[in-house]
């Protein structure tokens, strides 16, 4: 299932995102050979639509193609069939970044024998790019509260969210290995984002260490206690109003993301209360702790801070409509 090749495939370079599976045949690690030999693993396409890591390794290619990076490279580009059709993945088909556990399926063991491959290596540091669906700040995420995790972080933004919730995903698994983070660079194919990404790389491959310095500081470092999920059954929409769907938010609530929701602060409104859960990190359900419905209305019960709130119900129903969040630290 998983091809490995130690050189640039030319055609790779300047294709079409709708030819990779095509280029490339199925999920394939990339190692470029560097300077100094202990790899940056960097993991692209994991959701197929999330583009703007495929825009990022093409630049990067490029680069490469005549000289060699300060270290090696490895990269993973994951979920070609879903990308070349423009999707997360397809029907039927298991999350890319839900397979970083046990499992019997063929991704599983394809994940645990890219893990195997990268730590023959002792690799330096790994970087998950990703894309999501709503109106968020750029953001990196980690999976452990460490100096040298923060600091790879911190490169790329101020925000960063720690979580350890799901558990299934890449950077889990490689955190075990070397510092690691998810890089969340906003809505996919913005060239803004893909500029910013890249640039990212760049530092991460000439940086010699992981010391936290004064231009390190300034951080906002927040905690991912909670989902929120709706029933996948229920008709969504953004109007406010039940009068064509089952549950109806405010026709902006990602503007709500990385913002303090308020005690009685409304985010929609709900035919039935139990369509909508908070599910806490050992899934549970908290509901009433966050949210509370009168007459229809979705009200917080308390403060918190959301992340990844989405208006594209197709990824709320099949993960959730966006994470609840408590501010943990300030560096």
Known sequence: ?????????????????????????????????????????????????????????????????????????????????????????????????????????????????????????????????HNNTGNNPYYACVNKIDSKFLKLASLFSKKIV??????????????????SVTIEAGIAGREEATIEVYNYIHKVLELKDFIITSENKGLNVYHTIARIVVDQKMK??????????EISFLKDI?????????????????????????????????TPIFLKIEDNNIIAEQSFIPSMFTKNVEVMKSDCLGYVMEKILSV
């Open 254 to 286: 990602d503007d709500l993301n990385f913002s303090m929701v308020m005690p009685g602060q409304s985010i929609g409104k709900v035919i039935n209360e139990s369509a909508i859960k908070v599910v806490d990190n050992n899934k549970k359900d908290i």
């Open 162 to 179: 720690y979580f350890t919730e799901p558990s299934e995903v890449e950077s889990m698994m490689f955190s075990k290995l070397c510092p």
């Open 1 to 129: 299932m998983l091809n490995i090749i130690k050189h640039i495939p030319k055609e790779l370079i300047d294709c079409d995102i709708s030819d990779l599976n095509h280029i490339l045949k199925g999920p394939t690690l990339i190692h470029i050979e560097g300077i100094e030999k202990e790899p940056l693993l960097i993991s692209t396409l994991l959701h197929g639509n999330e583009t703007t890591s495929f825009f990022v390794l093409q630049k990067l290619l490029k680069d490469f193609e005549d000289k060699k990076p300060q270290r090696d490279i490895i990269f993973f580009v994951g979920n070609t069939m879903a990308a070349s059709q423009g999707l997360r993945q397809l029907p039927g088909q298991i999350d890319y970044n839900r397979i970083w556990k046990k499992g019997d399926a063929p991704e599983y063991k394809m994940a645990q024998e890219i893990y195997n491959y990268v730590s023959e290596f002792r690799p330096f540091a790994n970087i998950d790019l």
């Open 236 to 245: 969504v929409d953004f109007n406010n109003s039940l009068d064509n769907a």
